[in-house]
T-cell receptor, first 114, second 111 residues
Framework: AQTVTQSQPEMSVQEAETVTLSCTYDTSESDYYLFWYKQPPSRQMILVIRQEAYKQQNATENRFSVNFQKAAKSFSLKISDSQLGDAAMYFCAYRRAGAQKLVFGQGTRLTINP | NAGVMQNPRHLVRRRGQEARLRCSPMKGHSHVYWYRQLPEEGLKFMVYLQKENIIDESGMPKERFSAEFPKEGPSILRIQQVVRGDSAAYFC?????????FGNGTRLTVT
C-alpha cells in the first residue's frame, strides 16, 4: 500500500523569507502523480502544485516550486517570499496513475511571522 | 461555473441519530469522492462513485456508512446511528479528469 509521510507537524517562517516543507512517499509504482494541497482555516482544500512522476523537470507555480527526487521518493515544497496569506495546513498527496483516489500525508501547519 | 457544493456546512447530531451529508459535483463532473478528515490529520479516502455506481468503497467502514450518487440529484453520504468517533470533517471532491476539485466540507459533531 502506498503511504505518504510529512515529518514536520509544524513549521514557521518570517514573512518574505523562504520555507521548505518535506514529504516522502512509498510506492512500488513507476507512474504516479504527486500534489501539494493548502488548507486554510476556512477548511477549503486548494491545489497548490502538481507533479507527474514521468517528468524530470520540477513543477513551479509562481512562488511555489517542488524538489522532486524520484529515486529518493521525496517531494518537498518550497515557498518563496512567504506571505501572511500562505499560513495554512499543507498536505502532500499521492495518486497512482490510472487510479482515482488520493493518499494524503498527515499535514504540516505553516505559520507566517510578520 | 460553481464549484463542488456541500451542505450542510456544519451538522450536529446526538449519538444514535442519522447524519446525511450532501454533495453536488461541479457541472460536467461525473466522478464523486468522499474523504474524511479527523482532527489534526490528513484526509482519508472513503468511497468513489460514478452516477448510480459505487466504483471503490475500500475506505468505507463496514457498518453504518453508505453512499450513493443517483442519476438525478446530489451524492449522499449517510451515517446511521452516529457515535462520537464519527465526529470529523467530511469532504466531497469531483472530477471529470484530473485533478480533483474539493468542496468546503461538512463538519459533523456528534454529542
Amino acid at each position: 500500500a502506498q503511504t505518504v509521510t510529512q515529518s514536520q507537524p509544524e513549521m514557521s517562517v518570517q514573512e518574505a523569507e523562504t520555507v521548505t516543507l518535506s514529504c516522502t512517499y512509498d510506492t512500488s509504482e513507476s507512474d504516479y502523480y504527486l500534489f501539494w494541497y493548502k488548507q486554510p482555516p476556512s477548511r477549503q482544500m486548494i491545489l497548490v502544485i502538481r507533479q507527474e512522476a514521468y517528468k524530470q523537470q520540477n513543477a513551479t507555480e509562481n512562488r511555489f516550486s517542488v524538489n522532486f527526487q524520484k529515486a529518493a521518493k521525496s517531494f518537498s515544497l518550497k515557498i518563496s517570499d512567504s506571505q501572511l496569506g500562505d499560513a495554512a495546513m499543507y498536505f502532500c498527496a499521492y495518486r497512482r496513475a490510472g487510479a482515482q483516489k488520493l493518499v494524503f500525508g498527515q499535514g504540516t501547519r505553516l505559520t507566517i511571522n510578520p | 461555473n460553481a464549484g463542488v457544493m456541500q451542505n450542510p456546512r456544519h451538522l450536529v447530531r446526538r449519538r444514535g441519530q442519522e447524519a446525511r451529508l450532501r454533495c453536488s459535483p461541479m457541472k460536467g463532473h461525473s466522478h464523486v469522492y468522499w474523504y474524511r478528515q479527523l482532527p489534526e490529520e490528513g484526509l482519508k479516502f472513503m468511497v468513489y462513485l460514478q452516477k448510480e455506481n459505487i466504483i471503490d468503497e475500500s475506505g468505507m467502514p463496514k457498518e453504518r456508512f453508505s453512499a450513493e450518487f443517483p442519476k438525478e440529484g446530489p451524492s449522499i453520504l449517510r451515517i446511521q446511528q452516529v457515535v462520537r468517533g464519527d465526529s470529523a470533517a467530511y469532504f466531497c471532491a469531483s472530477s471529470h479528469d484530473s485533478p480533483l476539485h474539493f468542496g468546503n466540507g461538512t463538519r459533523l459533531t456528534v454529542t
